[in-house]
């Protein structure tokens, strides 16, 4: 089975993935950070096989998995979102009072070893507005059809407590770490 049609966002933390997840929601079926109701990276490839048609995932702990999803999801679309990681660690400190740099120091090593090879497909936090219409018809195979600048004016942000985590599959999930 060839994965075409599905396109994974590798993405730090704080970096407008539930956006990202909401916009390409109203073209194609999308999921946010759904390696966080699984103990195992295999989870994520049972999903996306349960989904017919288009899918996006944005992922904030896919990059820790990089090259087993790229195997488990063979021709799955890559994108690589880049937000600078002190901007990150102000808002992860801003919502949980807690430092986490030593957690994305790693997470942002790995994001730029793989978003910087050559031929891998980038965007950038700052120029969401100039990227996000342009990656409709790639990621949906739809033209956009709305307002973009409206759609970034629109706050999609859940507090990361209110986030579903299972510190259990969490803890199985990162023994996979590569």
Known sequence: MSYERVTLMFSLPRSMTQWWAW????????LHDPLAHHSRPDGLKRDIDAI??????????AIFFHNQLI????????????????DI?????QQTGSDWQTLI?????????????????????VAQAETAA????DVCGEPFKGDVQEMLNTRIDVPLAQQYRDHYKTRSLMGYKE
């Open 23 to 30: 916009f390409f929601g109203h073209g194609c079926t999308a």
């Open 134 to 137: 342009q990656l409709v018809l």
């Open 105 to 125: 120091a790693d997470q942002s090593r790995r994001l730029v070893m793989h978003g910087w090879a050559p031929g891998a497909r980038r965007i950038h936090y």
């Open 52 to 61: 017919e048609g288009r899918v996006f995932v944005a992922d904030t702990s």
């Open 89 to 93: 660690m102000d808002s992860l400190y």
């Open 71 to 86: 195997d488990a999801l063979p021709g799955v679309q890559r994108l690589y979102n880049f937000r600078s990681p002190r």
